[in-house]
């Protein structure tokens, strides 16, 4: 079964700093391109940055270039999310999501981020 | 900028009935990347559809999707008390703003 589990959320001051991970279980993920994808409370999903299956390609939204730097550990079967210069518009849900055949075919639980002092 | 505009915002509905949901797209794109998740409350959000016409490991046969161009449709056929949710559809990196499917 495939499994992806997010942790690293939490309370953070604005202009602080938190690092995000994500650790695969039951695929090849070191084959695997991966994303992270957030969601603001009650509202919708935005896709936020991606990283191929070798770390080599790496792509992010604009409102986050800059400030988030995505890695990943194939030996650890990681991925992570560096999150610097937080606002309180960062604040949301924030899943990894493993790429499929033109879709995110595997999603974490999520993990909470909220931007506030 | 590729921008996906979803209709209606809701859809109310009884269990049995038929929803059509709608997912428009701002240019032609590729069937290849477009995809429909079901999220309800509190939970990540589930792959229904990929390639705008396959359904997803797991996932009833109820569930349809079609299209082409910058028009594309999700069908759930004989509404399941399970199937009141938030509906996203997906080209590529971006989402639209959802639909939500309401009893």
């Known amino acids: 079964e495939v499994q992806l589990v997010e942790s690293g959320g939490g309370l953070v001051q604005p202009g602080g700093s938190l690092r995000l991970s994500c650790v695969g279980s039951?695929?090849?993920?070191?084959?695997?391109?991966l994303n992270w994808v957030r969601q603001a409370p009650g509202k919708g999903l935005e896709w936020v940055a991606y990283i191929s299956s070798s770390g080599s390609t790496i792509y992010y939204t604009d409102s986050v270039k800059g400030r988030f730097t995505i890695s990943r550990d194939n030996a650890k079967n990681a991925m992570y999310l560096a999150m610097n210069s937080l606002g309180a518009e960062d604040t949301a849900v924030y899943y990894c999501a493993r790429d499929g055949v033109g879709a995110f075919h595997h999603w974490g639980q999520g993990t909470l981020v909220t931007v506030s002092s | 900028e590729i921008v996906l505009t979803q209709s209606p915002g809701t859809l109310s509905l009884s269990p049995g009935e038929r929803a059509t949901l709608s997912c428009r797209v701002s240019?032609?794109?590729?069937?290849?990347?477009l995809a429909w998740y079901q999220q309800k409350p509190g939970q990540a959000p589930r792959l229904l559809i990929y390639g705008a016409s396959n359904r997803a490991t797991g996932i009833p046969d109820r569930f349809s999707g079609s299209g082409s161009g910058t028009d594309f449709t999700l069908t759930i056929n004989r509404l399941e008390p399970e199937d009141f949710a938030v509906y996203y559809c997906?080209?590529?990196?971006?989402f639209g703003q959802g639909t939500k499917v309401e009893i």
């Open positions: 997906q080209q590529a990196w971006t």
């Open positions: 240019q032609s794109v590729s069937t290849t990347y």
């Open positions: 039951g695929f090849t993920f070191s084959t695997s391109g």
